[in-house]
């Protein structure tokens, strides 16, 4: 057979081209050389990963990074508190090769095949942890103002009305040591992370030490009362008193905002006291009847507030106490120490306790 699969005659009929039958015997020849020559010298190159390829994964429901890996960060490092959101970050990894100990088929499947990033290029991932561990002040508060930024090298995740999702992880193919950063801003304060440096910035601190709430042991009594005036003698019996008090660390509060500086939180106090009953009142001077102490002395209160609600034919009051301190204070005594007199305005007396008795207290928020 011919090269282009025709049998040619023994003697050519005059009208053949031979030319056109050359031609075509050095096509195919062309054709063979270039055969040989594609498998003698292979075409040569490297196949990359491109920079900016991202890839992010939601509802993972275990840590991508294996345990006590470097890339597993503390838990005070990788948290963010506030007041409608609580995240953590679980760990940050930069690598150029898949790591065989993370479980990085939650993000990419069962089989990777993702090439080496180029020189100067790295994969960088980060995962929230997928229980944070904590709580916002105010979760079930519609978030009007939250918006979150998270950052690996010139690639931005932009979250509007929420934050990143527990156990949600991104990946990003960035400049080796490229900035890794989140960005929370939360009704108006922004809080961040270095995710490279594993440094926070413009904390709320009040959030991070301590508990936020405290009620103490009661503080009862029973007292009595006398007065011998103009030849009558007044007296009570038994007026018995009950209450304890409930202490909370205060940073945001929904009808306000943000009540306090970042190194600062709000002391408030709430008890309970029966002004009133059987036609005979007992008045208290709130800062004098409650003195409270921290590392630094005697606080002073910033302000003093009351309700009053009736109670049979007598009246409650609930007191609010509040004062500045710093953030790290979680330690401060009570000292409760009601006072007489005890009046009955119909009879126009005022009548002395016999038996007052001061109260010591503690509230330990740590």
């Known amino acids: 057979m011919s090269p ?4 040619p005659a023994r003697h ?17 020849a062309a054709a063979t050389a270039l055969t040989l020559s594609a498998c003698v010298e292979p075409a040569t190159g490297t196949l990359n990963t491109r920079a900016g390829y991202t890839i992010d994964g939601a509802d993972i429901p275990v840590s991508i990074c294996p345990e006590g890996d470097d890339s597993r960060l503390a838990e005070e490092e990788g948290l963010l508190l506030g007041a409608h959101f609580a995240l953590r970050v679980e760990c940050v990894a930069s690598f150029t090769e898949l790591p065989e100990s993370f479980q990085l088929e939650y993000l990419f499947g069962e089989d990777p095949n993702l090439f ?15 229980d944070p561990g904590h709580e916002g002040l105010d979760m079930d508060d519609t978030p009007t103002e939250l918006e979150a930024v998270l950052s690996i090298g010139e690639k931005e995740w932009v979250f509007t009305d929420e934050v990143p999702a527990p156990g949600s992880a991104y990946l990003a193919v960035a400049a080796k040591d490229a900035p890794i950063s989140l960005e929370v801003n939360d009704a108006g304060r922004t809080q961040s992370l270095d995710l490279r440096e594993r440094t926070a910035g413009d904390l709320v601190q009040g959030l991070y030490h301590g508990s936020r709430k405290v009620v103490t042991d009661y503080a009862a009594h029973a007292v009595d009362a006398y007065l011998s005036t103009g030849g009558y003698e007044y007296w009570v019996e038994e007026w018995n008193y ?30 309970v006291w029966l002004h009133a009953g059987n036609g005979l009142i007992w008045e208290i001077d709130p800062k004098k009847t409650l003195k409270v102490s921290g590392d630094d002395g005697e606080l002073t209160p910033t302000a003093v507030d009351h309700t009053s609600e009736e109670w049979g034919d007598g009246e409650i009051r609930y007191y609010t106490m509040s004062y500045d301190v710093p953030a790290d204070a979680l330690q401060f005594t009570l000292e409760f120490s009601p006072k007489g007199p005890i009046s009955w305005p119909d009879e126009g007396v005022e009548m002395p306790v016999t038996n007052e008795e001061s109260h010591t207290l503690e509230v330990d928020f740590s």
Not at 4 to 7: H, K, P, S, V
């Open 242 to 271: 009950s209450t304890t008090f409930t202490a909370n660390r205060v940073v945001y509060v929904p009808e306000e905002g943000w009540v306090t500086e970042l190194d600062r939180v709000v002391l408030s106090l709430d008890f």
């Open 116 to 130: 080496p990033p180029e020189n100067g290029y790295e994969f960088t991932m980060v995962q929230f942890a997928p």
């Open 12 to 28: 050519s009929p005059p009208n053949l081209k031979l030319p056109k039958r050359t031609a075509a015997l050095a096509a195919a």
């Open 4 to 7: 282009i699969g025709i049998t």
